[in-house]
């Protein structure tokens, strides 16, 4: 069973970066994609960004373009997004998840198999 923990969230200025981790446990990801998604409070959960096992793909969705950058350490079991120029819009709790589903990049939420606990991003304006 796949076990994900996510670091890294806390309080930053608008304008300001972070960078979440995501860390997996009890097995391997480097054959899954890997996805980032986030829910404010009120709304519901919305992917952020996905990497292709390979990390030779990648999704984002159209909010974040340019400003978010997800990447993957497959042999630390490791996935990241750097989150720079943040605004208020971006607060929320962000979550890392593993899909073992095979073919086009996963996007939805009821595609992927394993979820971490999440953590705060709050972005002070």
């Known amino acids: 069973q796949v076990q994900l923990v996510e670091s890294g969230g806390g309080v930053v200025q608008a304008g300001g970066s972070l960078r979440l981790s995501c860390a997996a446990s009890g097995g391997t990801v480097a054959s899954y994609s890997m996805g980032w998604f986030r829910q404010a409070p009120g709304k519901e959960r919305q992917i952020v960004a996905a990497?292709?096992?390979?990390?030779?793909?990648?999704y984002y969705t159209d909010s974040v373009k340019g400003r978010f950058t997800i990447s993957r350490d497959s042999a630390k079991n490791m996935v990241y997004l750097q989150m720079n120029s943040l605004h208020a819009g971006d607060t929320a709790v962000y979550y890392c998840?593993?899909?073992?589903?095979?073919?086009?990049?996963?996007?939805?939420?009821?595609?992927?198999?394993?979820w971490g606990q999440g953590t705060q991003v709050t972005v002070a304006s």
């Open positions: 998840a593993a899909s073992i589903q095979a073919g086009p990049l996963q996007r939805n939420s009821n595609e992927y198999d394993y």
């Open positions: 990497i292709s096992w390979s990390g030779g793909s990648t």
